[in-house]
């Protein structure tokens, strides 16, 4: 099985600051990574598919990148409304497997 | 507008069994992979089960293989999770989500309910 790792577990940065959360697979998975948003008691929302593409509806302010094993996601100017659980997800083979997550707040 | 809306959770002993459903419109059911996906309260999210689309090919999560079946009914746009054996780590919410493309199971969620709370407690 590929693991998925993410780091950091959990950050705090200013509102407008830019951040960085990097994933890494035990294996090249080619740009088969997604990144999802989810907000306490409410169900994930996907933000980038394969690495780097921005779903529809979502905000230019996220964007990603990478390929092979290292992955990140960046938020250009944090927003209030962007606290929220962060998790990657590898798309390569099943089992489809996610980071632990990244909790982010503001400061 | 695409919805997705899971049924049958609640709270079983454990060894016993449930059946959820998640009920799907606004898009073609028949023609997208579906999948379950869970998340133990307080914890991350965990892959359950994923099947295809068109010729109903079943994918599994070691941790739920032979005691959990995935399944579809095209005709009344259903997806189906039967979950026996059930152990106290089964207790999730249970999220039903839709592959983002029209292919085989892809595993790129765009779509997901609301989800369905499952206990298993003695």
């Known amino acids: 099985d590929i693991q998925v790792t993410q780091s950091p577990s959990s950050l705090s940065a200013s509102v407008g600051d830019r951040i960085t959360i990097t994933c890494r697979a035990s294996q090249s998975i080619s740009s088969y990574l997604n990144w999802y948003q989810q907000k306490p008691g409410k169900a994930p929302k996907l933000l980038i598919y394969?690495?780097?593409s921005l779903q529809s509806g979502v905000p230019s302010r996220f964007s990603g990148s990478g390929s092979g094993t290292d992955f990140t996601l960046s938020i250009s100017s944090l927003q209030p409304e962007d606290i929220s659980a962060y998790y990657c997800q590898q798309s390569y083979s099943t089992p489809f497997t996610f980071g632990p997550g990244t909790k982010v707040d503001i400061k | 507008e695409v919805q997705l809306l899971e049924s049958g959770g609640g709270f079983v002993h454990p060894g016993g069994s449930l059946r959820l459903s998640c009920a799907a419109s606004?898009?073609?059911?028949?023609?997208?992979?579906m999948s379950w996906v869970r998340q133990a309260p307080g914890k991350g999210l965990e892959w359950v089960a994923s099947?295809?689309?068109?010729?109903?090919?079943?994918f599994y999560a070691d941790s739920v293989k032979g005691r959990f079946s995935i399944s579809r009914d095209n005709s009344k746009n259903t997806l189906y999770l039967q979950m026996n054996s059930l152990r106290a780590a089964d207790t999730a919410v249970y999220y039903c989500?839709?592959?983002?493309?029209?292919?085989?199971?892809?595993?790129?969620?765009?779509?997901w309910g609301q989800g369905t709370l499952v206990t298993v407690s003695s």
């Open positions: 989500a839709k592959d983002r493309v029209v292919r085989g199971v892809m595993g790129a969620f765009d779509y």
């Open positions: 099947i295809s689309g068109g010729d109903g090919n079943t």
């Open positions: 394969a690495a780097s």
């Open positions: 606004g898009f073609t059911f028949t023609n997208y992979a």
